[in-house]
């Protein structure tokens, strides 16, 4: 049974209490910006200087694993690591083809979202003397194309372990350096984000042979070339490195693959490695039985890597799981020790990659071994602590690109170099929303007969009707097509994006109903009803965040449109990430393995991953799950607890800019900033009489024209004097000021909380005053889009998905985007009208 004694009625007593609540409301919303002091103009000119290459970590090398990428990722290696690697290694055939390119893309996605070095081995498919500058331009064209859009660093090792016999491109010095010098220098000329690595395989055992997996090359050997000592044969008193250089002018860096197969004549038996064992090799002392021509085995290390050279090792420790028994812990640990604790005496091995793999080797009779050194357990445990404590470099060596950055980068707002254009609209917006207010006022004394007739209704049609407005610019700009109604909803409501008048309105609402819910059911079910309506926003979320994916599965359909997210320019750190796409479904595929990993899991249940024109779905779920506390305060009277509360979190959320979830609207639409528009809304609905009578009063209406005037006069006036040099009592700088500090659209900002309530305020006297002739020209379309805007919100993802798989059409084509926006909005209508799904999709 419903308590009598808490209802709205009782909250607020006295002819004070309405006058109290609205100034609490205005003040809330003016005080940020009345508050606001211009320090310094801006300076808005200028390109972003170009990404520099990183430099190489002379003495503290980076390191990462060479992962077998069919079934592990990025997430998982670091996951299990406990630690984020700077590096990662990944195998592509060359020339690329256009399943290689999709594994290259989908390779340097995953480096990108950690910010990690991406290192490609590039193995020819064909003779080294048919490869051709076409095929280097290529190359050089996709990885300089990912470089912009990801912004990742490259080493390349061209035909690694070319000295060695188990490759077709082994063994023919000439071939190599002339295949490599055209690829070097198409690179070079094309990109400075890509590092050109020589990287043969360490000496000892050298020519190697049958006993090493040899196969069949792709062309002869140069045998000439490789008769360094002039004896007539390939033997083990020729040099395994020097026919084989490129020359200076072609190499970046140098590298050596250094494995520890176990001990000699034993390999795979599971020995441990003797001490200094390691050193031994990059000191070129290890495993050269008889020869000792000092001048062919001088150090690889001294010979090859400087400063402006440095070195990268592939290395890796043979795990047997057939040899003797050994605990592979102990052994891989013995291995990776001593190649850390080189880092003081070789400072020039600027990079370590560790083959993550298991695989057969022809050095153990093909028996499947493994070389992997982050296990889960123990092994990947003692690895990641071992890193800690050493002198690598780990963590982020480019631009972190992400779920979070990902999710923070559709965030794009407008930050154009002519700031006295876009301030200038804002302030057109403003001014012409004033004289929209006082033309509504002549009107109503005018014209009563169009006043709206309905002021005591539960169902507030003025707002359904703004809530339509709102919501189609929602759909117009989610659906990326030229046209005059893109232009309408990108400009129309000056510095406001439909996202917060969304929040705001859908707190409105909420306020307005949860009252005579409770009257109904009683506050505890009530309160359940609301939970529940949470759970089924959450389990319809979850249920889109999937079927977009699944879509995207079905052949000649892609979804890239909504699940990847191109920046153009126009977020928080402008033009210098101009292009870069974000990957917003990364490791989705993951959750098809069996088991799937939990990282996975957790990014699907907590809604981190998903199409960005859906991300705000997350907030609305959270907000319904606070709703019924909330409500308890405002129920209660309350809510001026309930909007100190929310202006302090705002506050501190504007200081300290921390996230409390790591869900993908969390970095578009903070929870801790975005909250302050939606318990806004939901006091006003509540107390909806009491502040309608406030405004509509001789003291409201004074307040609220003093408002809306006092505001565009003051907009008006600061243009004026930036424009044309009229006098102001203002700063110089207030005018670019005001744009970055109070009303771009990438965060909150006190200028657009001030448009918020302008906003409301003007359409709220528009639509009371100038009912009639509204309702009759666009009442019939943008009420029930009102009355089902979450459903609208909900569906047009599908509809977005569509038109980007709509073939031949072009979307900077003003009168192909008029048709597409009016048959989108017309079959969402109609969806609306014939209540589709909607005992599914919550409304």
Same mark, same amino acid.
């Not at 309405?18 to 801006?42: D, K």
């Given at each position: 049974?419903?308590?009598?004694?808490?209802?709205?009625?009782?909250?607020?007593?006295?002819?004070?209490?309405?006058?109290?609540?609205?100034?609490?409301?205005?003040?809330?919303?003016?005080?940020?910006?009345?508050?606001?002091?211009?320090?310094?103009?801006?300076?808005?000119?200028?390109?972003?200087?170009?990404?520099?290459?990183?430099?190489?970590?002379?003495?503290?090398?980076?390191?990462?694993?060479?992962?077998?990428?069919?079934?592990? !990722?990025?997430?998982?290696?670091?996951?299990?690591?406990?630690? /984020?690697?700077?590096?990662?290694?990944?195998?592509?055939?060359?020339?690329?083809?256009?399943?290689?390119?999709?594994?290259?893309?989908?390779?340097?996605?995953?480096?990108?979202?950690?910010?990690?070095?991406?290192?490609?081995?590039?193995?020819?498919?064909?003779?080294?003397?048919?490869?051709?500058?076409?095929?280097?331009?290529?190359?050089?064209?996709?990885?300089?194309?990912?470089?912009?859009?990801?912004?990742?660093?490259?080493? /390349?090792?061209?035909?690694?372990?070319?000295?060695?016999?188990?490759?077709?491109?082994?063994?023919?010095?000439?071939?190599?350096?002339?295949?490599? !010098?055209?690829?070097?220098?198409?690179?070079?000329?094309?990109?400075?984000?890509?590092?050109?690595?020589?990287?043969?395989?360490?000496?000892?055992?050298?020519?190697?042979?049958?006993?090493?997996?040899?196969?069949?090359?792709?062309?002869?050997?140069?045998?000439?070339?490789?008769?360094?000592?002039?004896?007539?044969?390939?033997?083990?008193?020729?040099?395994?490195?020097?026919?084989?250089?490129?020359?200076?002018?072609?190499?970046?860096?140098?590298?050596?693959?250094?494995?520890?197969?176990?001990?000699?004549?034993? @390999?795979?038996?599971?020995?441990?490695?003797?001490?200094?064992?390691?050193?031994?090799?990059?000191?070129?002392?290890?495993?050269?039985?008889?020869?000792?021509?000092?001048?062919?085995?001088?150090?690889?290390?001294?010979? @090859?890597?400087?400063?402006?050279?440095?070195?990268?090792?592939?290395?890796?420790?043979? @795990?047997?799981?057939?040899?003797?028994?050994?605990?592979?812990?102990?052994?891989?640990?013995?291995?990776?020790?001593?190649?850390?604790?080189?880092?003081?005496?070789?400072?020039?091995?600027?990079?370590?990659?560790?083959?993550?793999?298991?695989?057969?080797?022809?050095? %153990?009779?093909?028996?499947?071994?493994?070389?992997?050194? &982050?296990?889960?357990?123990?092994?990947?445990?003692?690895?990641?602590?071992?890193? &800690?404590?050493?002198?690598?470099?780990?963590?982020?060596?480019?631009?972190?690109?992400?779920?979070?950055?990902?999710?923070?980068?559709?965030?794009?707002?407008?930050?154009?170099?002519?700031?006295?254009?876009?301030?200038?609209?804002?302030?057109?917006?403003?001014?012409?929303?004033?004289?929209?207010?006082?033309?509504?006022?002549? /009107?109503?004394?005018?014209?009563?007969?169009?006043?709206?007739?309905?002021?005591?209704?539960?169902?507030?049609?003025?707002?359904?009707?703004?809530?339509?407005?709102?919501?189609?610019?929602?759909?117009?700009?989610?659906?990326?097509?030229?046209?005059?109604?893109?232009?309408?909803?990108?400009?129309?409501?000056?510095?406001?994006?439909?996202?917060?008048?969304?929040?705001?309105?859908?707190?409105?609402?909420?306020?307005?109903?949860?009252?005579?819910?409770?009257?109904?059911?009683?506050?505890?079910?009530?309160?359940?009803?609301?939970?529940?309506? &949470? !759970?089924?926003?959450?389990?319809?979320?979850?249920?889109?965040?999937?079927?977009?994916?699944?879509?995207?599965?079905?052949?000649? %359909?892609?979804?890239?449109?909504?699940?990847?997210?191109?920046?153009?320019?126009?977020?928080?750190?402008?033009?210098?990430?101009?292009?870069?796409?974000?990957?917003?479904?990364?490791?989705?595929?993951?959750?098809?393995?069996?088991?799937?990993?939990?990282?996975?899991?957790?990014?699907?249940?907590?809604?981190?991953?998903?199409?960005?024109?859906?991300?705000?779905?997350?907030?609305?779920?959270?907000?319904?799950?606070?709703?019924? &506390?909330?409500?308890?305060?405002?129920?209660?009277?309350?809510?001026?607890?309930?909007?100190?509360?929310?202006?302090?979190?705002?506050?501190?959320?504007?200081?300290?800019?921390?996230?409390?979830?790591?869900?993908?609207?969390?970095?578009?639409?903070?929870?801790?900033?975005?909250?302050?528009?939606?318990?806004?809304?939901?006091?006003?609905?509540?107390?909806?009489?009491? /502040?309608? !009578?406030?405004?509509?009063?001789?003291?409201?209406?004074?307040?609220?024209?003093?408002?809306?005037?006092?505001?565009?006069?003051?907009?008006?006036?600061?243009?004026?004097?930036?424009?044309?040099?009229?006098?102001?009592?203002?700063?110089?700088?207030?005018?670019?000021?005001?744009?970055?500090?109070?009303?771009?659209?990438?965060?909150?900002?006190?200028?657009?909380?001030?448009?918020?309530?302008?906003?409301?305020?003007?359409?709220?006297?528009?639509?009371?005053?100038?009912?009639?002739?509204?309702?009759?020209?666009?009442?019939?379309?943008?009420?029930?889009?009102?009355?089902?805007?979450?459903?609208?919100?909900?569906?047009?993802?599908? @509809?977005?998905?569509?038109?980007?798989?709509?073939?031949?059409?072009?979307?900077?084509?003003?009168?192909?985007?008029?048709?597409?926006?009016?048959?989108?909005?017309?079959?969402?209508?109609?969806?609306?009208?014939?209540?589709?799904?909607?005992? %599914?999709?919550?409304?």
């Amino acid at each position: 049974m419903p308590s009598r004694g808490l209802t709205s009625t009782s909250t607020l007593r006295g002819r004070t209490g309405p006058a109290i609540l609205l100034v609490a409301l205005l003040l809330g919303l003016l005080g940020p910006l009345l508050a606001a002091t211009p320090a310094a103009a801006v300076d808005t000119e200028g390109d972003p200087s170009p990404t520099a290459p990183p430099t190489a970590p002379i003495g503290a090398p980076w390191f990462g694993p060479g992962l077998d990428w069919t079934d592990d !990722r990025a997430d998982g290696y670091a996951d299990r690591l406990g630690e /984020v690697p700077s590096l990662y290694g990944q195998r592509v055939h060359y020339p690329l083809e256009s399943e290689d390119r999709t594994f290259l893309r989908q390779f340097v996605e995953q480096a990108a979202a950690q910010g990690a070095v991406a290192v490609i081995d590039l193995e020819p498919q064909i003779a080294l003397d048919a490869l051709s500058a076409e095929d280097a331009q290529a190359l050089a064209d996709e990885l300089a194309r990912l470089h912009r859009e990801l912004d990742t660093f490259f080493l /390349v090792r061209f035909a690694p372990e070319m000295n060695g016999s188990w490759v077709t491109w082994g063994q023919q010095p000439l071939k190599y350096a002339d295949a490599f !010098r055209v690829l070097a220098d198409t690179v070079h000329a094309t990109t400075d984000q890509v590092s050109m690595v020589w990287s043969p395989a360490y000496g000892s055992g050298y020519p190697f042979g049958e006993a090493f997996g040899a196969v069949g090359k792709s062309g002869p050997s140069d045998t000439a070339a490789l008769d360094t000592d002039g004896d007539g044969a390939l033997t083990d008193a020729d040099d395994p490195y020097g026919p084989y250089y490129p020359g200076d002018e072609a190499v970046d860096w140098v590298g050596l693959s250094l494995y520890y197969f176990g001990q000699r004549g034993a @390999f795979g038996d599971n020995d441990l490695p003797r001490d200094g064992e390691y050193a031994e090799r990059l000191d070129e002392e290890w495993g050269y039985g008889s020869v000792q021509d000092s001048a062919v085995r001088a150090p690889f290390y001294e010979r @090859f890597a400087t400063e402006d050279q440095p070195m990268l090792v592939e290395t890796g420790a043979l @795990f047997n799981p057939e040899g003797d028994e050994q605990d592979e812990t102990a052994l891989k640990q013995a291995w990776w020790s001593q190649v850390l604790a080189e880092s003081e005496d070789h400072p020039l091995v600027a990079g370590i990659t560790w083959l993550e793999r298991v695989r057969p080797e022809a050095e %153990v009779d093909d028996a499947e071994v493994d070389w992997r050194a &982050a296990e889960i357990g123990d092994l990947a445990e003692a690895l990641g602590e071992d890193l &800690a404590a050493a002198d690598v470099t780990l963590g982020p060596v480019t631009q972190v690109l992400d779920l979070e950055t990902g999710a923070a980068a559709t965030a794009q707002g407008r930050q154009p170099t002519d700031v006295g254009a876009e301030m200038g609209w804002i302030v057109f917006c403003v001014v012409l929303g004033a004289l929209l207010f006082l033309l509504a006022g002549v /009107v109503g004394r005018l014209v009563p007969s169009w006043r709206y007739p309905d002021e005591h209704d539960p169902r507030d049609r003025r707002l359904d009707l703004f809530r339509g407005f709102i919501i189609l610019a929602v759909v117009v700009t989610h659906i990326e097509v030229a046209g005059p109604y893109t232009y309408v909803t990108l400009n129309a409501v000056g510095a406001i994006t439909g996202a917060e008048m969304f929040v705001l309105l859908s707190g409105v609402v909420l306020g307005m109903i949860y009252e005579p819910t409770v009257r109904k059911l009683g506050e505890r079910r009530t309160a359940v009803a609301m939970w529940k309506r &949470a !759970r089924k926003q959450y389990l319809v979320s979850l249920a889109v965040v999937v079927l977009v994916y699944l879509v995207g599965v079905l052949p000649f %359909v892609t979804t890239a449109a909504i699940t990847t997210f191109t920046d153009r320019g126009t977020g928080e750190d402008g033009a210098s990430t101009t292009g870069q796409v974000y990957d917003l479904y990364a490791n989705f595929p993951r959750l098809f393995d069996y088991p799937p990993p939990w990282y996975a899991v957790k990014q699907l249940l907590l809604l981190e991953m998903g199409p960005w024109v859906f991300n705000i779905m997350g907030l609305f779920v959270v907000l319904s799950l606070l709703l019924p &506390a909330v409500m308890w305060l405002v129920r209660r009277g309350l809510w001026w607890l309930l909007l100190a509360v929310s202006w302090i979190a705002f506050v501190y959320m504007a200081l300290n800019e921390v996230h409390w979830l790591p869900s993908q609207f969390e970095f578009v639409f903070p929870l801790l900033t975005w909250q302050v528009a939606f318990t806004h809304g939901l006091v006003l609905g509540h107390y909806r009489g009491r /502040v309608q !009578r406030a405004l509509t009063g001789r003291w409201g209406v004074l307040g609220c024209t003093v408002f809306v005037v006092g505001y565009a006069v003051s907009l008006g006036w600061i243009w004026l004097g930036y424009r044309f040099g009229v006098p102001t009592p203002f700063p110089d700088s207030s005018y670019v000021w005001l744009y970055e500090n109070a009303y771009t659209r990438i965060f909150l900002q006190p200028g657009r909380l001030v448009d918020l309530a302008f906003m409301l305020v003007v359409t709220y006297a528009v639509l009371t005053r100038m009912w009639k002739p509204v309702d009759r020209v666009i009442g019939w379309l943008w009420i029930p889009l009102g009355q089902a805007s979450l459903y609208v919100f909900i569906v047009h993802v599908f @509809f977005a998905l569509a038109v980007a798989n709509v073939p031949g059409l072009d979307r900077m084509v003003w009168w192909q985007g008029l048709v597409v926006h009016t048959v989108v909005i017309g079959l969402i209508w109609l969806m609306v009208k014939k209540k589709v799904l909607f005992s %599914v999709i919550p409304r």
